[in-house]
């Protein structure tokens, strides 16, 4: 086999990445964002002296310190996913060095040298990190490793061929001589950059592909990981805030005389729609908080209801003007069947509730301690919320206690900066659970109309889905919105499907929600939707057609050979073709095409006569082209998928009178331990380019969660979360234990 080049030049190396583009051109702002290189750009000379000016620094990402010690700086983010260690794996391997070498590190925010092509800034989400930089920081090492050698053979007066390294040592055989990293570096960085690297034939891979240990874990068992809530500095206070209840509230009174007398209370200071009680720690702070008398002005929203929300929504949906997203061939004749399925709103209601800490020192310095998955972005909010320029914002990202696309946004860092700005000291305001929760920015809600045209025997002739929901692009990134305004992450997985669909229509209708009513990207995206949909309905047609859902699938995955493998990769590993023992026990079945990689899951569930389901056992085959990290890769699949099972199960965020009703996990539960099912990952072997996976297992697990509670009790789930009244076995029995006076918590709608 022939080794891969990296040739010189950014389009070429985005390509072997699995990219084609080397700059994201934004429609609105009129230029370009450079994306990151494996070789010096202007910007390193700079950064590398903001770095402590090491003795060689190739590119942005790589640092060799004159004692020979080897720092990694990470151009994304680290908020659980493990993307810290399977980019040092791939920056490490070109390198010639071993992860218990290496040292990795936040990178600062600078769009020039971090911004993710795929994402057009420096950003991190969208399961994008590792196919954004899968050939970028492979070659990025390879460079730096082709530089160290060159001056090692220049000085031993050798070929640098007859050199080889291992564990940060340039050696050479022949002579019996070898210099350290160290030792090389000032010499490497007199010379020039190298035309044309050579990189690692597969074959010879010894970290890649490897399941090792996140090179995180220690610190994280010690508590030596500092994540943006354990941040302390000299003088520092600790604020919590409340904001108006009602969406788009503002502030309109507040006694805090009982709040003053707070032991340990500093200050209470105000924005136009939030209150910040100060005070020497968090808890006096809280105390405080909790003794405010507050007046608010609800505004517009006061009346807002989930249900003037939903009529709305299947108003614009009915009657709304759509733009058409993919339509091919035409409608035929034939049975036409319909559905119409229905997804809540939903919270992020990450491990670490929001927090930012602001220092700012006025017309000279406002610096910034926050985990962020978007650090460019709230230099710019800090800005000009600071009244100073950005050069004189400061951003220290810390490690994130989970995102899941809430750290996408800036808002907190917005409040924060407001706050910070009226006092002199370091401030830490930090969102209680209910805060958080209450003032996400939440998923947006979805309305679906979904069609098929079949013929005698079942088979499919033609698909129609007319979507109905907001879009957050629109919002976030409205220059990244299609010409025609179509938002491209609505349609995802539904436009293209893994099925042959000759003839199929996919449209969608713009419906916004109220200003106040902000609505963000959350795990899974676009495909979280769609997949539930489009595979519920799939189910749907097996079962009209009285086929086997497996069956079915395969018969129109005949030119996805890919897909088609892994469904029946799982099939086995269920095994399948077995009716599984027990009264009301059901399996269900979801592929799916998304994020760059193809995924099968089944799931086993018992559905209990009183409607409780109880997952048994859940199968995936997962095919994500080559897996960096062979463990990272189960981890973050079987994380995925019962973070999607609970959001299924029990997950949504409603309104009344204009405010967030859920508050914390006794009415926004998480699926549990004991509820977890047990999770077996079968991952085909690859070598085709990785894919993401951050988000694959979520995407795909409400659709076969569902399916197979149809498989077990005949009731079929068009919207979420599961009601578990629908699942009662008996439910004229149940009607009447409620009419005599019994309590039962599924009539009354708890689902704890």
């Known amino acids: 086999m022939t080794r891969p080049v990296a040739a010189l030049g950014r389009r070429q190396f985005l ?7 080397a700059f994201t051109w934004l429609g609105g702002a009129g230029k370009a964002v450079a994306a990151i290189a494996a070789r010096q750009q202007p910007a390193d000379a700079a950064a590398a002296v903001a770095d402590g000016n090491p003795a060689f620094a190739p590119n942005a990402f790589i640092r060799v310190d004159a004692d020979g010690g080897v720092r990694l700086v990470m151009p994304m983010v680290e908020m659980g996913q493990g993307i810290y260690t399977g980019s040092a794996m791939l920056v490490a391997e070109e390198l010639g060095v071993d992860l218990d070498q290496v040292r990795v590190e936040h990178s600062p925010p600078n769009e020039a040298l971090y911004g993710m092509p795929l994402l057009g800034g420096q950003i991190t ?67 020039p950059m190298p035309g044309k690297v050579q990189l690692k034939d597969p074959k010879d891979f010894t970290l890649i592909g490897k399941p090792l240990r996140r090179v995180d874990s220690a610190d994280k068992v010690t508590g030596g990981t500092q994540f943006g809530i354990d941040v302390r500095l000299p003088g520092m206070k600790v604020a919590t805030v409340k904001a108006s209840p009602t969406l788009g509230g503002l502030l309109a009174s507040v006694d805090d005389k009982a709040a003053r007398a707070v032991p340990g209370v500093v200050d209470v200071i105000r924005i136009a729609n939030a209150v910040a009680v100060v005070g020497e720690h968090f808890w006096a702070a809280k105390q405080g908080m909790d003794a405010l008398k507050i007046q608010w002005t609800p505004g517009r929203n006061a009346g ?57 020192t006025p017309g000279s310095k406002c610096e910034i301690w926050v985990g962020t998955q978007v650090p460019s972005r709230c230099v710019g909010v800090a800005a000009k919320i600071s009244g100073l320029s950005e050069d004189k914002v400061v951003l220290h990202n810390q490690y994130l206690g989970g995102g899941f696309g809430r750290r996408l946004e800036t808002d907190s860092v917005e409040q924060a900066v407001a706050f910070a700005r009226q006092v002199p000291y370091p401030l830490k305001v930090v969102w209680t659970r209910e805060e958080d929760i209450r003032h996400d920015v939440v998923r947006p809600m979805y309305h679906d109309n979904i069609s098929a045209v079949v013929d005698g025997d079942g088979k499919l002739l033609w698909f129609g889905d007319r979507i109905g929901g907001g879009t957050v692009l629109g919002r976030w990134a409205p220059a990244f919105m299609g010409k025609d305004g179509m938002d491209g992450d609505l349609i995802e997985c539904v436009a293209e499907p893994a099925y042959d669909f000759p003839n199929r229509k996919v449209e969608w209708v713009r419906h916004d ?24 309905f799939i189910d749907e047609l097996a079962a009209r057609a009285k086929q086997d859902p497996v069956a079915y699938r395969r018969t129109m995955l005949q030119k996805n050979p890919r897909t088609l493998a892994l469904l029946d990769l799982a099939a086995d590993k269920m095994g399948w073709s077995a009716k599984p023992a027990g009264a009301r026990v059901g399996r269900g079945v979801a592929i799916g095409d998304a994020f760059g990689s193809r995924v099968c899951a089944m799931l086993e569930v018992e559905v209990t006569p009183q409607g409780e389901v109880r997952m048994r056992r859940a199968v995936v085959a997962l095919d994500c082209g080559i897996a960096v990290n062979a463990n990272q890769v189960e981890a973050q699949v079987q994380g995925g998928l019962l973070f999607g099972l609970g959001a299924a199960l029990y997950n949504e965020i409603t309104i009344e009178n204009g405010a967030i009703q859920q508050s914390n996990f006794h009415d926004y539960r998480m699926l549990r331990i004991n509820e977890a099912p047990t999770v077996e990952v079968h991952t085909v072997r690859s070598t085709a380019d990785p894919g993401g996976l951050g988000e694959v297992g979520t995407a795909i697990a409400a659709p076969a969660l569902s399916n197979a509670i149809f498989a077990a009790t005949g009731v079929r789930l068009r919207e979420l979360p599961v009601r578990r009244a629908l699942l009662v076995q008996d439910k004229d029995a149940l009607k009447k234990k409620v009419a005599a006076g019994g309590s039962d918590s599924v009539i009354e709608g708890s689902r704890a």
């Open 513 to 536: 929600m109220p200003p106040g009513l902000d609505v963000g990207w959350w795990r899974g995206v676009g495909p979280t939707h769609n997949l539930f949909v489009i595979e519920s």
């Open 15 to 21: 390509k072997a990445g699995g990219l084609s583009i």
């Open 304 to 360: 807002l209801t989930t249900k003037q929300l939903r009529a709305a929504l299947a108003d614009s949906l009915a009657n709304g003007k759509s733009i058409v997203g993919k339509e091919a061939g035409k409608k035929p004749d034939g049975t036409l069947v319909e559905a119409t399925y229905q997804l809540p709103m939903l919270a992020h209601a990450t491990m670490e509730p929001l927090n930012t800490t602001v220092h700012v």
């Open 125 to 191: 989400g969208g399961s994008t990190s590792t196919r954004s930089t899968w050939g970028v920081l492979r070659e990025a090492g390879a460079v730096a490793r082709t530089l160290l050698v060159s001056a090692a053979a220049a000085q031993w007066k050798v070929d640098a061929a007859e050199c080889t390294v291992a564990r940060g040592m340039v050696k050479h055989a022949a002579s019996a001589r070898e210099l350290g990293f160290g030792a090389l570096a000032a010499d490497a960085a007199k010379l």
